[in-house]
């Protein structure tokens, strides 16, 4: 007699996967941006802030100066600048937009067809995990203040860049090992299709979300040979 196989795991990207990227790229950005100055200036001694403060300075060898807070500062605001998927400031940008959460500055964009999947897919008894460059902190803040309302619950984890790039082949074999699965048990869902690669060399089950919404022109040719879907209402967990 066969033993009943546990519902697959699903591990999910939030960029241009579960949201839109326009929501990041024009407006969770452009706050950060805006007012990382003023929240450093204000809360610099606080032992989260002075850690990462102290790690950017280090790392851009301005650790003794006597303006290495400003000297941080302008580093954190050119990695803004550059996109730059750094530990330091996915960590100090999370804890801003907390702020801009509390305030009501902004709700977080989810797709409507992401949460009925997830909570779909969550009473069919799948576990649900993020992996995403932006911090866990700032991940947890985004489902918790989404224009969908707190979505926290449908997740069992989170991960972040803490745990290894997301185009790192041994990222996905840590995160497999961290939540106590086979790699052949998880699928990951992601837009990038560089990550896909990666998990998929870790031996994760994969789909490549390509949204007409982020991604006018279909990528049917570049999925380098992972399924594809336009949203989530075209995913079985179980069959992908």
Sequence with gaps: MSVP???????????????????????????ARANLPGFVEARREEPEIRRWLDAVALEIGQAHRDDRDEAAVQQLLAWIDEDRKHTALKAI?????????????????????????????????HELYVYSSGSVEAQKLFFA??????????????FDTEIGPKRDVASYRHIAADIGVAPSHLLFLS??????????????????????????????AAA???????????IDPDAA
């Design 93 to 125: 940008q999370g804890q801003l937009w907390r702020e801009g959460y509390a305030l009501g500055e902004y709700k977080a964009h989810v797709y409507p067809d992401a949460v009925e999947a997830l909570k779909r897919w969550k009473a069919a008894g």
């Design 191 to 220: 837009d990038v299709v560089e990550e896909l690669d990666a998990a998929r060399e870790a031996g994760l089950r994969t789909v490549l979300v390509d949204r007409p919404q982020d991604y006018p022109v279909p990528r049917e």
């Design 145 to 158: 203040h989404s224009d969908a309302g707190d979505l926290t619950p449908l997740f069992s984890g989170h």
């Design 5 to 31: 196989q546990p519902p697959t795991v699903v591990l999910t990207d939030i960029e241009g996967t579960t949201s839109s990227i326009a929501f990041v790229k024009d407006v969770l950005f452009p706050y």
């Design 224 to 234: 380098n040979g992972h399924r594809r879907v336009r949203d989530f209402s075209a």
